[in-house]
């Protein structure tokens, strides 16, 4: 029976999965540490910060006057969850919000500072008491590169060119002296510079032949200041939008260092997204089909980048990603506050996978959205008692860490692919027809860190079944091996204030190092990092 095909049927989705098991069905699988091939950019561990709902003000910030702890306004608690998972990159202030932002609102005295309406999200009125001095000094705190998003929308040339200036400019320029009357001496660093957001959308519903001539005339005035050189990135497409690249490709070219990309885990854009904790067996696999669907659409994207770019200069960057549900009951509409359960830590961690697999021309990821937004990595409690909640998608990036810088390793790895509907809702029009996507039940990625250990995770999203796998470590001699794991009882599980550690990384014991080969017992709907000496 050793390596035979066989046909399971799988009760949730009672759909034909094809699978390849040895007779005491232990799955054998190799990690080619014989085969290293590129560096694992830090900067798919981005983040995303946008003035939206909760996520800079409750969230990032909280003014040095709050009575919730904080370290010159910001949120200490959330500032240090934060240090602790390496955040290399910060995107702000957008998003949507970005292209109806004006940067010199949020400069200067707090008192004197106009007030708009977040016109994108819920109409909140924003204060702009947390501006550019408040964003770049926390990314100089956190250590990270701040992301910059620049308004082409209802910005104009002057505006952006100015902000460059003001931000990086150390001679004696306008702009500069404004800056140092506003408190800050010495120029930040700012490598990342997006020339608008969704130009296709929220940032302008252009077509990408006008966005082009848009990008190279914004980009014309933008200057590198001494001891700054900016990373021009120009606003890309949305999922399967392939021509929206060609364009951009084909008429900005070697103008922009990186495109950017967006993809959602989202049932759709009309009506309800479901709910974050309640779904059922179906709706959980629908999301892992979903999400993996992502490497498909890379694949097409690099495609047409490869073809136009065979050097590889353009990176492609997917500047927002995650889940997107329905907003929990009872908070702000408009806002995007959304639970956060262990089927999100599955949509992470898949993703970070192909991210990795596609790391020669994925040079950047930034997930939406920080804390409080979307599939966010803190919580905090949306009344103000000064609770916060680590999420288990905060976990699934915590464990990850070691990916960071280091050299991605191939792994074969056989498994069982369940053919999961490509509808959410299976009482929706047309849900019948909707076709299928594949969902493998084991995915794993490995690397060699910059300490010459290797890393591997391991996810099996199977609900139902444990798995043995031996990995043979090809051109690595292990001594030791460790990790955690990151599951729970249920898959609907979460993290609240309430019950803040429901779903937490643990310590696992189920790895033995034997010949060179790595036994590891993989529970059912597990998360399994392990660390190799
Ligand atoms: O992340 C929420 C929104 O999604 C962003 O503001 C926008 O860019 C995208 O449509």
Known sequence: ??????????????????????????????VHADQAGAKINREIYGQFSEHLGT????????GEDSKIPNIMGYR?????????????????????????????????????????RNNNWGGTIEDNSFGTHEFL????????????????????????????????????????????QNGREKAWHVKYFGIGNEAWGCGGNMTPEYYSDEFRKFNTYLRDYTGNQLYRIGSGASDYDYKWTEVLMDKIGNRMQGVSL??????????????????????????????????????????IMDEKDPQGKVGLLVDEWGTWWDEEPGTVSGHLFQQNALRDAFVASLSLNVFHKYTDRV??????????????????????????????????????????????????????TMQVSKAYFK?????????????????????????????????????????????QLAGYQAKTVSGEILTSKKVDDYNDFQHPETVV?????????????????????????????
């Open 55 to 62: 996520c800079i003000y409750g969230g990032l910030w909280v």
């Open 262 to 303: 967006h993809y959602y885990t989202c049932s759709g854009w009309d009506g309800p997204k479901g709910s974050a904790t309640k779904f059922d067996n179906d709706q959980y696999y629908w999301a892992l089909g979903k999400c993996l669907e992502i490497e498909e659409v890379i694949k097409k994207h690099k495609a």
């Open 505 to 533: 990384p643990k310590a696992f014991k189920d790895a033995k190092l034997k010949q060179n080969v790595v036994s590891v017992k993989v529970p059912a709907k597990s998360i399994v990092v392990l660390n190799i000496r």
């Open 363 to 416: 040079k950047m990821a930034n997930i939406a959205q920080v804390v409080n937004v979307l599939q966010a990595m803190i919580l905090t409690d949306q009344k103000g008692t000064g609770h916060m909640v680590l999420t288990p998608t905060y976990h699934v990036f915590k464990m990850y860490t070691p990916f960071q810088e280091a050299t991605f390793l191939p792994v074969d790895l056989p498994t069982e």
């Open 427 to 471: 009482e929706k029009e047309g849900a019948k027809d909707a076709g299928y996507r594949p969902c493998p039940m084991l995915s794993a990625s490995a690397a060699k860190t910059t300490d010459d250990g290797l890393v591997l995770a391991i996810t099996n999203v199977s609900l139902d079944k444990d798995q043995t796998i031996d990995f």
């Open 1 to 30: 029976m050793a390596n035979m095909k066989k046909t399971i049927l799988i009760a949730a989705i009672s759909l034909a999965v094809t699978a390849t098991a040895s007779a005491a069905d232990v799955v054998k699988a190799t």
């Open 76 to 116: 200490k608690d959330v500032f240090e969850a934060l240090k602790a998972l390496k955040v290399p990159v910060l995107r702000w202030p957008g998003g949507c919000f970005a292209d109806d932002y004006h940067w010199m609102d949020g400069i200067g005295p707090k008192d004197q500072r106009p007030s708009l």
């Open 137 to 180: 000094n926390l990314c100089e705190m956190l250590d990270c590169e701040p992301y910059i998003s620049g308004n082409v929308g209802s910005g104009t040339v002057k505006e952006m060119a100015q902000w460059v200036e003001y931000m990086t400019s150390d001679g004696d320029t306008p702009m500069a002296r404004l800056r140092r």
